[in-house]
C-alpha cells in the first residue's frame, strides 16, 4: 500500500475543475422531482412511484414477507430516526442537540486540543467504539459539499452552510455482511445496506454528541450535505472502483459511508492506492454483471453520461439513470457490482496473500481476474435456503493512521 500526498490525488483523480453537485440530482433523489426525463418508455418519476410505492412480497425465495420484514427492519433505525438518505440535518444527524446523559458536565467547557495527532486517536478509538469499522480524517473540501440540500419526503430544498470553521472531517466506513451480499439481487440482500445506513445514523450521531461534550462544534452527516465517496478517499480509506464505489483494502466495495464535519483541530491522514485503478482497468467483472448496463467498460473519462455525475473527476462514471430503471423495474436493490468485485473477500490470509499481489505485481491482474473466476468468487447464491443457510457474522472493526 501505498501513501499519496494530496497533489499526487489531485493528479490522479482530478482533471478538471470540480462543478458542485445540487443534491436533488443524485438519481434516488430525480425520482421524486424529473417528470421530464424518459428512462425507457417511463420518465424518471414514474418509475419513482413504482420503486417507492408499496410492492407486495412473493412465494419467490428472499422475496416473502419474512424477507421483507427482516430488510426493513434492518433499515427502521435510519427511517424512523436518521435521515441521512434525506435531508439530514434532524434526529441522529441533528446538526446541534442538547446534552443528554448521567452526571453531565456544565455547559461551555472545552478540552485542550493543542494536540491534534493525540486528539485524532482519541476520536478513532471513539468512533471504533462506538461501531465504525474504518475511520480516517481530511481537511475540508468545498468541491464535496452540495451546493442545495434536497428533502426526499416533501421535497424542500435550499442551500447548505456549513460553519466556516468546521475545516476537519471525521470519514468512517461501516462494514456489510459479506453473506447477505451473496443473495442479490433478491430483495433479502437489502438488510446489508439497511443495516449499514443503521448503524451509519447510530455512530455518527453519538461521535458528535461525544465531540460536543468536550466542547466543539459537529454537523454529521449520511448521505446529505456532503458526497461521501471523494471524502473517505481523501480520508485514505480506499480507492475507486469501476463501479463507482469506494474500494477499502479490508472489505473491498462492501461498505456505507458517513462524516462528521467539525472545528476539532485533527490531524488529517493521505489519500491511499493498492492497485485498484489498474486491477479494473483489467477486469470489467462490474460493468459485465450489471443487470441495467450502467457501469462502463474501456478507459476513465470526465465526461458525463447526465446530471447525476459530478463533472471534473477522472473515473469511470456510473449511469443513475440506467442503474435507477433497474430498480424500479425489480421492484427493490441491487448489489451485483458489490457480489462480484474480486476486492469483496473475507480477508483470510490466502486473500491477503492475493491483495499483496494486485498491489506489487501489477502486470499480472488478467490472471487474478480470471482466477477469481476459476474459483467461483462473485457467484449468486440462492435465496431456496437462506434463512438455514444464512450465518452472520460480527465484523473486524479497524482504524486509520
Not at 438488510?191 to 466543539?216: E, W
Request: charge should be positive; charged fraction near 25%; proline fraction near 5%.
Amino acid at each position: 500500500m501505498k501513501h499519496l500526498t494530496k497533489d499526487e490525488w489531485e493528479r490522479k483523480y482530478i482533471a478538471r475543475p470540480i462543478e458542485r453537485m445540487d443534491q436533488k440530482n443524485i438519481g434516488f433523489n430525480r425520482a421524486r422531482w424529473d417528470e421530464q426525463t424518459l428512462i425507457g418508455e417511463k420518465t424518471f418519476r414514474e418509475w419513482g412511484k413504482k420503486l417507492y410505492g408499496l410492492v407486495m412480497p412473493s412465494d419467490k425465495p428472499g422475496d416473502t414477507l419474512q424477507d421483507f420484514s427482516f430488510k426493513n427492519a434492518a433499515w427502521y433505525l435510519e427511517f424512523g430516526f436518521g435521515f441521512g438518505n434525506a435531508k439530514g440535518q434532524q434526529g441522529l444527524y441533528a446538526w446541534d442537540s442538547t446534552q443528554i446523559g448521567v452526571s453531565r458536565a456544565p455547559q461551555g467547557l472545552k478540552i485542550d486540543a493543542a494536540d491534534p495527532p493525540q486528539i485524532t486517536r482519541d476520536i478513532k478509538k471513539v468512533a471504533t467504539y462506538f461501531g465504525a469499522d474504518l475511520v480516517g480524517v481530511t481537511r475540508r473540501d468545498e468541491r464535496w459539499i452540495y451546493t442545495d440540500y434536497y428533502d426526499l419526503r416533501d421535497r424542500k430544498y435550499g442551500p447548505v452552510q456549513i460553519p466556516e470553521d468546521c475545516k476537519y472531517v471525521i470519514a468512517m466506513a461501516f462494514e456489510m455482511d459479506h453473506e447477505l451480499i451473496k443473495y442479490s439481487p433478491a430483495q433479502v440482500t437489502d438488510a446489508a445496506p439497511g443495516m449499514g445506513y443503521s448503524k451509519m445514523a447510530f455512530t455518527t450521531g453519538l461521535l458528535a454528541q461525544f465531540i460536543r461534550g468536550i466542547g466543539y462544534k459537529a454537523i454529521p452527516c449520511g448521505n446529505d450535505t456532503a458526497m461521501s465517496t471523494p471524502i473517505a478517499l481523501q480520508a485514505g480509506l480506499g480507492e475507486l472502483g469501476r463501479n463507482g464505489l469506494l474500494i477499502t483494502p479490508e472489505y473491498g466495495p462492501r461498505v456505507r459511508l458517513s462524516k462528521v464535519f467539525t472545528d476539532l483541530p485533527l490531524a488529517s491522514d493521505e489519500p491511499i492506492e493498492f492497485g485498484v485503478t489498474e486491477f479494473c482497468q483489467q477486469c470489467n467483472k462490474c460493468a459485465h454483471n450489471c443487470p441495467s448496463q450502467a457501469i462502463m467498460y474501456g478507459e476513465r473519462t470526465t465526461k458525463s453520461h447526465n446530471i447525476s455525475n459530478v463533472s471534473g473527476e477522472l473515473k469511470w462514471p456510473v449511469d443513475a439513470e440506467r442503474c435507477f430503471s433497474f430498480w424500479a423495474r425489480h421492484s427493490g436493490p441491487c448489489s451485483n457490482c458489490l457480489r462480484v468485485c474480486p476486492f469483496n473477500k473475507d480477508m483470510n490470509w490466502f486473500h491477503k496473500t492475493s491483495r499483496w499481489f494486485v498491489d506489487n505485481i501489477r502486470w499480472a491482474d488478467p490472471l487474478y481476474r480470471k482466477l477469481d473466476d476459476l474459483f467461483g468468487y462473485g457467484k449468486q447464491k440462492k435465496a431456496d435456503n437462506f434463512w438455514d443457510e444464512w450465518k452472520p457474522r460480527q465484523a473486524l472493526r479497524t482504524t486509520r493512521g
